[in-house]
């Protein structure tokens, strides 16, 4: 059977759940639809160490602050999750779990919502699926001879699985520097990135990253990425300040046994852990035909040009200033909602 709401939010992290909170204050009909079983999206899957990089106050959706966490200036992923399951309930959002979405089609006037367990018909759709789950790792010749272990940031979860092992973390961004940091009390850590390191000053933090998006925005000013790459949270300011984690350039090729750099010499490794980001998870929105031939969705904030029944919210800057962090996304949403609720009247 088919079923109707007006608005699908696909995707019931914390950008989906924004999305929830003003899609409810504009008084639409809507659902959201999330492909995990329980709540907190993507930080269900984080590294056991992994602490946010602002303060809680610093780190909340609209109409909650998040409360601080007991002797953790920078909340850790449990305090992540209980606020996001608290979130849903306190605002009675409706998220139907366990539901993937694998495609939108164009029924014109309305948007067919196909999942893995039934269909649903909308008049507009906000796609809030992140990114943690398209992993992305470079092609690097060797990569396939290498004999020793490989994984993505993803699949990372605590140092104690690679104790005493020789291990290159390979990556320049918060993630890389993290892992790293996490890794080399434990283990032999090589941390590879393609430029050096380049640290935010210490003293930025998520909360200063997120006034100076906004800053941006409103009166132009230095892009983010001019300034840095790196949060020196501090386990990465401690680890880094004790030199356990100098970075090192980039290697040319893997081999069977470990890496070897452009000058011919060779580092042997009992594992490589990719921490190269993620792309935005969309497949679902494959059959709209959104896609530019250079592979972008083009949007006009969170709406996709060719399309205005169809927003992105989360994902980049590309969706909005700092839209994906928790504190940047309840003003993307809150346009997304006013958005569709005009579209909708
Ligand atoms: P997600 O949390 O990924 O939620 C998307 C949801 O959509 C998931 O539940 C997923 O199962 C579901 N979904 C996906 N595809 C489908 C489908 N086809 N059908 C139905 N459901 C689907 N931000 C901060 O503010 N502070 C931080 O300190 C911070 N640290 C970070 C550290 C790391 C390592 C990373 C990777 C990110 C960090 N971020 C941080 C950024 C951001 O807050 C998180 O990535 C956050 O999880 C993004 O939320 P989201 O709702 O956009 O996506």
Redesign the pocket.
């Known amino acids: 059977m088919t079923q109707h709401a007006d608005v699908v939010v696909?995707?019931?992290?914390?950008?989906?759940?924004?999305a929830g909170y003003y899609l409810r204050r504009a008084g639409l009909d809507f659902t959201i639809?999330?492909?995990?079983t329980t709540p907190?999206?993507?930080?269900?899957h984080?590294?056991d160490s992994?602490?946010?990089?602002?303060p809680a106050a610093y780190?909340s959706l609209p109409g909650r602050l998040m409360p601080p966490q007991e002797g953790k200036p920078?909340p850790d992923i449990s305090h992540v999750l209980e606020y996001l399951t608290d979130y849903e309930k306190r605002y009675e959002l409706p998220v139907q779990r366990g539901?993937?979405?694998?495609g939108v089609h164009d029924r014109a006037p309305l948007l067919r919502v196909q999942?893995d367990s039934g269909a649903w018909t909308a008049r507009a759709v906000i796609s809030?699926?992140?990114?943690?789950?398209r992993p992305f790792v470079p092609s690097v010749p060797g990569r396939a001879d290498f004999r020793g272990r490989q994984l993505h940031?993803a699949e990372y979860r605590s140092p104690g699985d690679f104790a005493g092992r020789r291990v290159i973390v390979v990556g320049g961004g918060?993630?890389g520097a993290?892992i790293a940091a996490d890794l080399a009390p434990h283990a032999t850590v090589r941390w590879v990135t393609q430029r050096p390191a380049r640290y935010l000053p210490d003293d930025i933090d998520?909360r200063a990253l997120f006034e100076l998006a906004t800053r941006r925005v409103q009166t132009g000013g230095p892009r983010i990425s001019d300034l840095g790459d790196i949060v020196a949270v501090p386990p990465v300011r401690e680890a880094r300040d004790a030199g356990l984690i100098p970075d090192h350039g980039m290697f040319d090729t893997l081999t069977a046994d470990g890496a070897r750099w452009a000058d011919g010499s060779l580092w042997p490794c009992d594992a490589v852990i990719w921490c190269t980001g993620?792309r935005p998870?969309l497949?679902?929105l494959a059959p709209l035909g959104l896609r530019t031939d250079g592979g972008g969705i083009p949007t006009e904030g969170t709406r996709a040009v060719a399309d205005p029944r169809v927003h992105l919210?989360?994902?980049g800057d590309w969706t909005g200033p700092?839209?994906?962090?928790?504190?940047?996304?309840g003003r993307t949403a809150r346009d997304a909602a006013r958005e569709i609720a005009d579209l909708l009247s």
């Open positions: 696909v995707g019931g992290g914390q950008a989906g759940l924004a639809l999330d492909a995990q907190g999206g993507a930080w269900q984080g590294w992994l602490h946010l990089f602002s780190s920078f539901v993937r979405v694998t999942t809030a699926t992140g990114t943690w789950w940031t918060n993630s993290q998520g993620f998870a497949s679902h919210l989360g994902y700092a839209s994906a962090t928790l504190i940047g996304v």
